[in-house]
């Protein structure tokens, strides 16, 4: 699918972004275009600022220097695009961060309701289909904390598919589970992939990024190192930075 | 993975359950080792010497008459007679919207129920009660309960909203008919506040406390947490200033300084200014509970939220506040339960509550001497219904699954 990628529009464009806390410099000149239906993995070590880059394009965090267009409106102070570009980008989080006084029909079903105003009916029928399509239909008049890891992490990516978004965020989604919750929640996420969507996946799970990312972006100390399809990083990757945390994470 | 979950396997077991005689629970749980059963004698001896005494006063000696022949004005105060029809007109809408409560959300429990029936067949049969009307009322009140649940019970699930509906109309609705309307000729002329007393008293105080000090406090809460600086000095510097102050003083406060605020020529009655007083006291105090509870939130939560485009009043209303108010309602109950017997402090700026009048009556020429009766059976009824509003936290805490989810 590669080869028509090349001339599809960008969705998201990223242009220099340049982020602080504080004094401390996070991001230092991040530039990236997604185009519509990739699957992109970023990874790199900890505090390489993988999340806060993720967390800018929603902006869950806020960038100071630098350009971000998310599906064809500019990231700015402007509180109602901030709203409107949320609804079309899905975040699924390390902690899964379900809403523990909600059922999972009532947490996947909220922000349809009250953000796109959909009907009740209607609602329900998607709860249905989502839950459906990631394998625990029967869970949905369940509390979160009724629910093993895997499933919950299942439901998070429900309730964010719930809102039809055309992106779909990952922040290390299964760093958080045992190992055997982590294939359910990668089927999941590969079927997602498959299924056209945009996608932007922190992740250290090499088989997933084998099995579907279309390109990688290495980040090490707020910067991108190195980026390129998966054979490329994984066969031949130019950085040594790369080459010494892919044997490290590899190596086990 | 969850296919356990589902399927039904074959050696899928139920757990044990646990029965013992009730010779078996004593001998368990009293007097499994010698110190335990020592204790036990012990502690069984102390409340015997301290409750015989007791107990043979209240039954041999205590003249009780005192509190019948002044029924009355302990629980309404100086209402006019001819008009104590409206307050059981309160009482028999509370029974029965009460009775349907019980009927469309209570399993079991049935015994709360059975003991308000009984206690008030129980009075009404009172040999004093013979000549009353209040004999004839109580009855009432128990068919108008018994009413409410069993319609409660048939209607179930689909009377839910129904039935809170009828909370939020009942409350504005009680002071209406307390207090009557203006026009003169009227069925229910107006009965000025300076005759409310008694329990009637206490008890608006109460829920008057209670219904604004509540929403007040959660905005407050809120100002504190507001990213608007304005917003947030003021929340604080109102919290920080009431709290400072004993509720004695925003009492008497309240009884010269509000006049200052209102317009001229518009003045607000005793009754009013202490409930003012009471709302701005109170609230300050929910703030910070209701405080105590936004801060347990993990930020995660105010993050998904922003993620699913909910804004800001949304996830407020919807992800925030809820979890934030369940996680205190022990000490939202705890204050509002405060409340209500600091409504006895009233006094101090002459109203005539519960205590007011009980202290009033124990001071007439006639009654000289029978303070214990009066005090004693003042604080029954304080704590009865403090009590009720501590069984009814705890049966929200279930109901909400707090610790749970
Ligand atoms: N809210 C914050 N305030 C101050 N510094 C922060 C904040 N969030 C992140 N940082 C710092 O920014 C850097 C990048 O953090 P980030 O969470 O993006 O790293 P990461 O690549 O996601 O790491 P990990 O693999 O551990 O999740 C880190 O050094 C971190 O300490
Ligand atoms: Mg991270």
Redesign the pocket.
């Known amino acids: 699918m590669s080869e028509n990628q090349e001339n599809r529009e960008p969705i998201i464009i990223c242009d220099e972004v340049h982020k602080w ?2 004094n ?1 410099h ?1 991001l230092r000149g991040v530039s990236m275009e997604v185009r519509k239906g990739e699957v992109i993995v970023i990874f ?10 993720i ?1 800018t394009l929603n902006r869950l ?1 806020e960038h100071q220097r630098g350009r971000i267009v998310v599906d064809g409106i500019e990231l700015s102070h402007d509180i109602r695009n901030i709203e409107a570009i949320r609804s079309e980008v899905g975040m699924v989080f ?1 902690q899964f961060n379900l809403f523990p006084h909600l059922t999972v029909a009532q947490n996947i079903m909220l922000a349809p309701l009250w953000v796109r105003k959909w009907r009740k009916d209607k609602a329900e029928q998607i709860v249905v289909q989502l839950l459906e399509r990631v394998g625990i239909p029967e869970q949905a008049h369940k509390y979160p904390g009724q629910l093993s890891g895997g499933q919950q992490q299942r439901v998070a990516i429900a309730r964010a598919l719930a809102m039809q978004p055309k992106i779909m965020l990952f ?2 989604p299964t760093s958080a589970l045992d190992p055997e919750m982590i294939k359910e929640v990668l089927d999941v996420m590969v079927g997602l992939a498959k299924s056209g969507m945009t996608m932007l996946v ?1 992740t250290h799970e090499m088989g997933f990024a084998r099995a579907v990312a279309d390109r990688m972006f290495f ?1 090490d100390q ?1 910067q991108i190192v190195e980026s390129g399809t998966p054979e490329e990083i994984f066969k031949s990757p130019k950085e040594d930075r790369t080459k010494l945390f892919l044997s490290q994470i590899l190596s086990h | 993975m969850n296919r356990s979950a589902t399927a039904p396997a074959n050696n899928v077991l139920p757990p044990p359950i646990e029965r013992y005689t009730l010779l078996g629970w004593i001998y368990k749980n009293l007097f499994n080792t010698w110190y335990n059963a020592l204790l036990t004698f012990l502690t069984v001896g102390i409340i015997y010497a301290i409750g015989k005494p007791a107990i043979t006063w209240a039954i041999e000696q205590a003249r009780w008459e005192v509190i019948l022949v002044n029924i009355r004005l302990l629980m309404v105060g100086q209402y006019p007679i001819e008009q104590v029809w409206r307050i059981w007109l309160c009482l028999h809408l509370l029974a029965a919207v009460g009775g349907l409560s019980w009927g469309v959300w209570i399993r079991g429990y049935r015994i709360w129920g059975l003991l308000f029936l009984i206690s008030t067949l129980g009075l009404a049969f009172l040999p004093s009660m013979s000549a009353s009307a209040s004999r004839g009322q109580l009855i009432a009140l128990d068919i108008v309960a018994l009413a409410g649940f069993g319609l409660g019970r048939l209607g179930g699930k689909r009377l839910q909203r129904t039935v809170i509906n009828l909370w939020i109309l009942y409350f504005p609705l009680v002071i209406l008919i307390v207090r009557g309307l203006n026009s003169p000729e009227g069925a229910v002329p107006v009965v000025p506040s300076n005759l409310w007393g008694g329990l009637l008293l206490t008890f608006l105080l109460t829920v008057v406390g209670i219904l604004f000090s509540f929403p007040l406090g959660i905005l407050l809460a809120l100002g504190r947490r507001s990213p608007l600086p304005i917003v947030r000095w003021v929340s604080i510097a109102y919290i920080e200033l009431i709290r400072g102050v004993p509720l004695v003083t925003i009492l008497f406060m309240a009884q010269v300084m509000l006049p200052l605020f209102l317009p001229a020529g518009m003045s607000i009655d005793r009754v009013l200014r202490a409930m003012v007083g009471i709302v701005l006291f109170t609230a300050a105090y929910q703030a910070e509970n209701i405080r105590g509870g936004l801060q347990a939130i993990p930020y995660g939560q105010y993050e998904a939220a922003h993620a699913l485009g909910l804004s800001g009043v949304q996830s407020t209303m919807f992800i925030i506040l809820p979890q934030a108010l369940r996680n205190v309602i022990p000490v939202l109950v705890g204050q509002f339960i405060a409340l209500y017997k600091d409504t006895s402090l009233v006094a101090i700026v002459g109203l005539l509550d519960l205590l007011g009048i009980a202290k009033s009556i124990v001071s007439q020429p006639q009654f000289i001497g029978l303070q214990r009766e009066a005090y004693l059976f003042v604080t029954a009824i304080y704590w009865l219904f403090s009590y009720f509003m501590a069984y009814l936290s705890q049966r929200l805490e279930v109901a909400l699954g707090v610790g749970e989810r």
């Not at chain 1, 790199?44 to 880059?53: D, E, L």
Request: hydrophobic residues 25%; without cysteine; proline residues 5%.
């Open positions: 806390y504080g401390f996070a790199g070590p900890s505090g390489s600022g993988k999340s806060t880059f967390r965090e390390q922040d290390e922190v980040f707020g």
